[in-house]
């Protein structure tokens, strides 16, 4: 286990709270408002995403954190803290959306692997936790997700299409069905028709009957349009972003903790750059 630096607890601390009062007021705003106080910083506005499909008073918030940070694992805690002090649930499905399919296995094997302190702070923030990439997903079994903490790691792209023909997310597929048993009726209206107008069995439709946690890593790299709607298709719980370069222009994150080079060369995360030389032997 990863025992968390000052500053790691400090961003967690922050975040912790932020979901707290947001649990108990539905104002993220205000929530986001209050953080920023007590920490000292300049208040700026809280500006909600304003995407089809995203809940007004959805919590939606940014972490920064220079890279060499820890960003993965705060992000492992960030899960358990949105499940635990916003849902107060016992489980939840988590959406951890990555910039590449290369960092998608890179994360994929390092939440997965028992021996990794990535998967032990995954599980001491979430309990029992089941980890799978987008491509396993497609094969969810209700009772999986009804039984642990589900986290699928995925890209963005995986969902960032205008038209979801052959967009296997999207598609019918067999195996939801059991997913849309017993569906309480007011939730029939959050869930995409098939062509008979009934619920159609996809993953897309899992996920947004379960209100998914969604983590973005490299949020700075997801700030189109279609990146807003694609998120809103799955219909999050909340949004939390991480990043060092957080959006300033078009749709800009709400900064809820921001970590200073300062504190990471403290927390001694920053090492100093070799310079390797190489000199040749002088003749005779």
């Given at each position: 286990m990863i025992t968390l630096k000052d500053?790691?607890?400090?961003?967690?601390?922050?975040?912790?709270?932020?979901?707290?009062?947001?649990?108990?007021e539905g104002r993220p705003e205000a929530a986001f408002a209050a953080i920023q106080l007590r920490n000292g910083q300049v208040p700026v506005p809280y500006l909600p995403v304003s995407a089809a499909g995203l809940a007004a008073g959805m919590p939606y918030v940014c972490l920064r954190v220079p890279t060499g940070g820890?960003?993965?694992?705060?992000?492992?805690?960030?899960?358990?803290?949105?499940?635990?002090?916003?849902?107060?649930?016992?489980?939840?499905v988590v959406l951890w959306l990555v910039p590449s399919n290369t960092i998608l296995d890179q994360t994929v094997d390092a939440l997965r692997d028992p021996r990794h302190p990535y998967?032990?702070?995954?599980?001491?923030?979430?309990?029992?936790?089941?980890?799978?990439?987008?491509?396993?997903?497609?094969?969810?079994s209700r009772a999986t997700?009804?039984?642990?903490?589900?986290?699928?790691?995925?890209?963005i792209q995986s969902f960032r299409v205008e038209d979801t023909t052959g967009r296997k997310v999207y598609d019918q597929n067999g195996t939801f069905a059991e997913h849309l048993l017993n569906l309480p009726a007011d939730r029939l209206a959050d869930l995409l028709p098939g062509a008979d107008g009934k619920p159609?069995?996809?993953?897309?439709?899992?996920?947004?009957?379960r209100r998914p946690i969604v983590i973005v890593d490299e949020a700075h790299n997801a700030r189109t349009d279609l990146s807003f709607a694609t998120l809103g298709a799955v219909k999050p719980s909340?949004?939390?972003?991480?990043?060092?370069?957080?959006?300033?222009?078009?749709?800009?994150?709400?900064?809820?903790?921001?970590?200073?080079?300062?504190?990471?060369?403290a927390a001694d995360m920053i090492k100093l750059p070799l310079r390797v030389i190489t000199?040749?032997?002088?003749?005779?």
């Open positions: 500053y790691q607890a400090r961003v967690l601390d922050s975040l912790r709270a932020f979901f707290r009062q947001c649990a108990r820890g960003k993965t694992l705060l992000a492992c805690h960030a899960a358990g803290l949105a499940m635990t002090d916003l849902l107060r649930a016992e489980r939840a998967r032990r702070a995954l599980e001491l923030a979430c309990g029992a936790v089941e980890v799978m990439a987008i491509e396993e997903a497609l094969r969810l997700v009804d039984g642990q903490t589900v986290v699928i790691v995925a890209t159609k069995p996809s993953l897309v439709n899992m996920l947004r009957l909340c949004i939390v972003e991480f990043t060092a370069t957080p959006a300033r222009a078009r749709h800009p994150s709400n900064v809820l903790h921001h970590v200073s080079a300062a504190e990471l060369k000199r040749h032997p002088r003749p005779g």
